[in-house]
């Protein structure tokens, strides 16, 4: 057996299957370490973890203070570009010094695909690495484009070609972002220079596990073989956030309601999307849980019984107990609700999510509305829709038992202890 750290960057829905994996590995009989920001200290230690802390301490306010991360423009790539000039690049060498630190004891590295210092860390230290994620978007597939395109590319070899066009875009546009940046870490650290930087998780020819189902994400036929569908991890029993008092007693106490979360990252400005959503599902007569996630700002729900309000619950715990989803398309929550089988209307923002929010709807569980057309009106007629037309939750409930039948954990646990004896 062996020391594996498990390095991840970004909000709840990367945090909390890094834990639900280290925990699986510790109980195989691994030593397993988490490293992310230092915001996640408390929680991490809290689950009986060991943790470190990589770059500087920033927390959900820090960045709440910065919308222009969530920006859905150019795909998300707009709001991913400014995440990284306001608040990674200006301290990249602290983050590749702390990840160093972390993993001099360590015999595997297992990063977050956006987590640029990882590799770096990892050559100069001397140890091997590979990439776990949650996502699967950021590999280059000539069977789906980089973005959700807005019209239509055609079919057979001429879509094909578009979406070869799109990532060979890609990897320009993420060449000129992050290049510069490795690069002159990679000199201060006696390294040599390299190229598409971004892109070394998938073209180092090291392990890549997607803890992704393959009942919801096809695989590419040219993916590396390196590349490995895991299935989900859907942790989210948080030992330091305690379930909310009058949660159960709500859930019991009438029909099921409707679910409304913005997860964490995009709960950090949520504008008026709470309100509207809280219109719309009172106006068709249903109840409903409202999660505010870490929002910085006070969120005025409307003062009805028919409503409960909170700033966080597992979804493992409140899911269940619902007959739909009203979600911005945050991974991680698509996973919870997937699990419970909920349709869902997704109102993706930036990053990954409108990806996510594309998925869902060519699954059949899901509507999707974009997110600059939210608002009271828009989100009752999408609801309602989904509510009334039983397909969405046929569908919904057959995906479930499909995914009832795959242990992402144990297979994510049986690929790294492959990669410990390799």
């Known amino acids: 057996m062996g020391r594996v750290v498990l390095a991840t960057m970004g909000s709840w829905g990367d945090i909390f299957p890094a834990i639900g994996l280290a925990k699986g590995l510790i109980e195989a009989g691994h030593d397993a370490r988490i490293a992310a920001s230092p915001a996640y200290d408390e929680l991490v230690r809290g689950e009986g973890l060991d943790f470190s802390g990589i770059g500087p301490p920033l927390g959900f306010s820090d960045y709440a203070q910065d919308p222009k991360i969530l920006s859905g423009r150019l795909g998300g790539f707009a709001g991913f570009a400014h995440l990284f000039r306001r608040f990674i690049f200006p301290v990249l060498d602290r983050y590749v010094d702390d ?12 990063a977050h695909p956006a987590l640029v210092a990882a590799p770096v860390a990892a050559e100069h230290v001397g140890v091997e690495w590979g990439t776990v994620s949650v996502f699967p978007g950021l590999i280059p597939t000539a069977c789906s484009p980089p973005s959700p395109p807005r019209v239509s590319l055609g079919s057979g070899r001429t879509r094909q070609m578009m979406y070869r066009a799109a990532w060979s875009a890609a990897r320009f546009n993420m060449a000129r972002l992050f290049d510069g940046h490795v690069n002159r870490e990679r000199r201060r650290l006696g390294l040599p220079a390299v190229s598409n930087a971004f892109f070394a998780p998938v073209e180092s020819g090291r392990p890549y596990l997607v803890m992704a189902s393959p009942a919801v994400v096809d695989r590419p036929a040219d993916w590396p073989a390196t590349v490995a569908l895991t299935g989900f991890i859907a942790w989210d029993r948080v030992s330091s956030f305690p379930d909310p008092p009058g949660l159960a007693e709500f859930l019991s106490a009438g029909e099921p309601p409707v679910l409304v979360t913005l997860g964490a990252s995009s709960s950090l400005d949520p504008q008026h ?113 989904l509510l009334s037309q039983d397909r969405y939750r046929r569908n919904a409930a057959a995906l479930q038992a499909r995914l009832a039948e795959e242990n992402g954990l144990h297979e994510s646990v049986r690929l790294v202890d492959l990669m410990m004896r390799a």
């Open 99 to 110: 990840l160093a630190m972390s993993i001099r004891d360590a015999d595997l590295l297992l």
């Open 273 to 385: 999307f709470y309100r509207h959503a809280a219109e719309a599902i009172t106006h068709l007569g249903q109840r409903a849980v409202i999660l505010t996630g870490p929002t910085p700002k006070q969120v005025d729900l409307p003062d009805d019984p028919g409503i409960f309000g909170t700033t966080f619950a597992p979804l493992s715990l409140v899911a269940p107990r619902c007959c739909a989803a009203v979600h911005h398309g945050g991974v991680g929550t698509t996973i919870g609700l997937l699990s419970s089988g909920l349709p869902q209307l997704v109102i993706p923002r930036g990053f990954d999510q409108p990806q996510t929010a594309l998925r869902m709807t060519r699954l059949g569980v899901a509507r999707a509305l974009p997110w600059r057309r939210e608002g009271t009106e828009r989100i009752t007629r999408e609801l309602s829709a």
